[in-house]
């Protein structure tokens, strides 16, 4: 293969996002040869951009059929991504995936299991692993400059959204139309960065949803949780779309020190010596481990959505690893069920979830849900 024949999925405002990028070469290896979209506004605006280089399609499936693509770029809304994904994979067609993976893990792990028997590329457009400041933070954890991670905290509240936002789309903040709030919406690339970057997942999730706490809205506008992991070390995660002004402040500390990263910087107060051997040593009152506050250099452009796009490319034509791989997508989702089942069971959930029990409660607000009334009333 010379080049990636490219059918885009959902032209709504991202997947017109990623066609004006495809669409200058600023990717390479990667033609755009079709889009799909249900609203012909949309199909006509497409026509207007790709002229009659392309294909265009009302129904997804028959671009999937049409001989036209090799892979194709899902940008629908959350319900769709799994669906989509695996009627591509059945046709022996890469695939990169918007986020969030789906809007339960269930369905994402129905996903994954299909994209596995696939001999295909699947990528996630996870595009904050792009950045250099959380590729320099996994580095430096990876590299065990922190040491054993002791607390992980990031209170995300820079997501202000207002009233107006919500009533632009009867589908927006609703359980039938897009399947949560918050941590579905706003924030699955933090979720994902969450875990990625110390390479653990929690063992066990207790957390406080607060739905429509804000916003005249059906699903959970202000969160705050707390985790534990295997090794004994403790997280907390505070989000919320109601809070201006807002911070965006992840924490993370470790035996040997902590990193910090707010307004676009990393800060890593490093221990001289690790606090478990000066604590076994120490034999004063009073006293703390030498601390040495350390500017970290982060270097490198932040490709952001076309680094994305363009790896899962290279990955196809060249066997480049992957950034995102696309089973991935599953860990931020659980941790977002995670979230929510323990606010509707007033409980601790342990992780793996109970996917089941998970879905039982969502369908039971899906039920209830006023975009799934309004629907049936169509």
């Not at 059945?90 to 986020?99: I, T």
């Not at 919320?240 to 035996?255: H, S």
């Not at 690790?274 to 970290?296: A, L, M, S, Y």
Request: net charge negative; proline share 4%.
């Amino acid at each position: 293969m010379q080049i990636v024949r490219l059918g885009i999925i959902g032209l709504g405002n991202m997947g017109k996002g990623h066609l004006g990028y495809l669409l200058k070469g600023e990717v390479s290896g990667v033609e755009v040869t079709a889009v799909s979209d249900s609203i012909p506004a949309n199909l006509q605006w497409a026509k207007e951009k790709l002229g009659d280089q392309a294909g265009l399609f009302s129904d997804p499936y028959e671009m999937m059929d049409s001989g036209l693509i090799d892979g194709v770029l899902i940008a629908t809304p959350h319900y769709s991504h799994p669906e989509l994904a695996i009627a591509s994979f059945e046709r022996g067609l890469h695939v990169l995936c918007e986020k969030p993976a789906g809007v339960y893990t269930k369905q994402v792990r129905e996903m994954n299991e299909a994209g596995s028997k696939a001999n295909v590329k699947f990528s996630m457009m996870y595009n904050q692993r792009t950045n250099p400041l959380y590729v320099k933070l996994k580095e430096l954890i990876d590299a065990g400059e922190l040491g054993e991670i002791r607390r992980t905290n990031w209170i995300i509240t820079n997501w202000y959204r207002s009233q107006s936002y919500y009533d632009s789309g009867t589908w927006r903040a609703t359980w039938g139309g897009e399947g949560g709030g918050v941590l579905l919406n706003q924030d699955p690339h933090q979720l994902d960065l969450w875990q990625w970057t110390i390479s653990m997942m929690p063992k066990r999730v207790r957390a406080f949803c607060y739905f429509g706490k804000h916003r005249n809205i059906e699903v959970e506008d202000d969160v705050t949780a707390f985790v534990e992991y295997e090794n004994g070390a403790t997280g907390v995660f505070v989000t919320t779309t109601g809070e201006a002004p807002g911070t965006n402040r992840l924490e993370i500390n470790g035996d040997r020190g902590k990193i910090v990263i707010e307004n676009n910087e990393i800060t890593f107060w490093r221990l001289r010596v690790p606090e478990p051997e000066f604590n076994q040593q120490f034999k004063g009152g009073f006293g703390q481990p030498e601390c040495w506050k350390c500017e970290i250099p982060v270097t490198g452009s932040y490709p952001d959505h076309k680094g994305i796009t363009q790896n899962w490319v290279n990955a196809i034509l060249h066997e480049e690893p992957l950034i995102a791989p696309g089973e991935e997508g599953i860990k931020g989702l659980m941790l977002s069920n995670a979230m929510l089942l323990s606010t509707w069971t007033d409980n601790w959930v342990d992780l793996p979830i109970d996917e089941d029990l998970f879905l039982q409660h969502l369908e039971d607000r899906i039920k209830a849900s006023a975009y799934n009334k309004e629907e049936q009333s169509v």
